[in-house]
C-alpha cells in the first residue's frame, strides 16, 4: 500500500462553522474587475483507479492509461491558452498537472494542500466489496449518507468549507490577473467544488466525475464591484472521446 498523504493544514472547528454560510455563487465574485473562467478536472486514471480501491489520503501514482488521460485534456485545453494552473500536491494529481501544463506551455505549478482528495476513513485502501464484506452495516449506511456514514471520513462540512476554501483562493488567483484558471484535483473535492457554487451541503445525489474530464466554471462581471453572472457551461466533458468523434 502507498504511504498516506498528510496535509499542513487542520482546519478550525469555527472556521468550518463560519465556512458553511459562504457559496461560490456570482456575488461571491463580484468585486472582481474581470470576466474569467475555472476549468477543473479530476486527475488522470491512478493506480487505485484502475484497482477498484477508495484511495482517499493513500498517495497512490498515476497508471499508463491517466497519463494518456491528462496528455489529451491538455491538448483539449491548448486551445484556450490558460494563464495559470492550480493543483492538489497528492501524486495522482501533481503528475497529471504536470502533464497537462507542459501541454499548455505553463511553467509554473501550484500546488495547495486544500485541493487533496476527502479522507474515506475505514475503507480507504479497499475495493468495494471488501468494505460491504468487512463492515456490512456501515456499507448499507454508506448509499443513503455517502461518507458522512464511514467512520475516521472526513466530514461533509469541513469538505464544503475547504471547497469554499479553495473557491477564495481561485478568487484571489483572478483578482491578480488570471483569466483562465485550470485546477486539478480529487474526484471527491471535485464534487463538493461544485455543491459549493449552488449552496447545497449534502452529498447526494452524486454529479458524474470521470477521469481527466472537464467541467468549466464562468463568470461575467456584469456591473463592476456590483454584479457577476455565474455557470456551469461544461460539466464532466471528455476531451478523449471528443477528439475520436472528430477523426
Not at 225 to 236: E, S
Request: hydrophobic share 40%; with cysteine.
Amino acid at each position: 500500500m502507498y504511504p498516506r498523504f498528510e496535509p499542513n493544514f487542520i482546519l478550525d472547528s469555527h472556521l468550518i462553522e463560519e465556512l458553511q454560510a459562504l457559496k461560490a455563487d456570482g456575488d461571491f465574485f463580484a468585486l472582481l474587475d474581470h470576466d474569467f473562467e475555472v476549468f477543473i478536472l479530476r486527475h488522470g486514471q491512478s493506480e487505485g483507479n484502475a484497482r477498484n480501491t477508495y484511495q482517499g489520503r493513500y498517495d497512490f501514482p498515476l497508471s499508463a492509461q491517466g497519463e494518456k488521460e491528462a496528455r489529451q485534456a491538455g491538448e483539449w485545453l491548448s486551445q484556450f491558452k490558460p494563464d495559470y494552473i492550480l493543483a492538489s500536491p497528492m501524486l495522482r494529481a501533481k503528475k497529471s498537472a504536470e502533464i497537462v501544463a507542459s501541454a499548455i506551455n505553463i511553467d509554473r505549478i501550484e500546488l495547495d494542500d486544500i485541493l487533496i482528495e476527502v479522507d474515506t476513513g475505514i475503507f480507504s485502501g479497499l475495493d468495494p466489496n471488501m468494505a460491504a464484506q468487512r463492515h456490512p452495516e456501515i456499507w448499507k449506511d454508506f448509499y443513503k449518507r455517502s461518507w458522512d456514514a464511514i467512520p475516521e471520513a472526513e466530514s461533509s462540512q469541513s469538505i464544503y468549507s475547504r471547497a469554499i476554501m479553495a473557491w477564495q483562493h481561485i478568487r484571489e488567483i483572478a483578482a491578480m490577473g488570471a483569466s483562465r484558471i485550470v485546477c486539478i484535483t480529487h474526484g471527491g473535492l471535485l464534487q463538493w467544488l461544485m455543491r459549493s457554487t449552488l449552496g447545497v451541503h449534502d452529498w447526494l445525489p452524486l454529479l458524474p466525475i470521470s477521469n481527466c474530464c472537464i467541467s468549466k466554471y464562468e463568470i461575467e462581471i456584469i456591473k463592476r464591484d456590483a454584479v457577476a453572472f455565474a455557470q456551469w457551461t461544461l460539466i464532466n466533458f471528455h476531451p478523449l472521446e471528443s477528439s475520436s468523434r472528430t477523426k
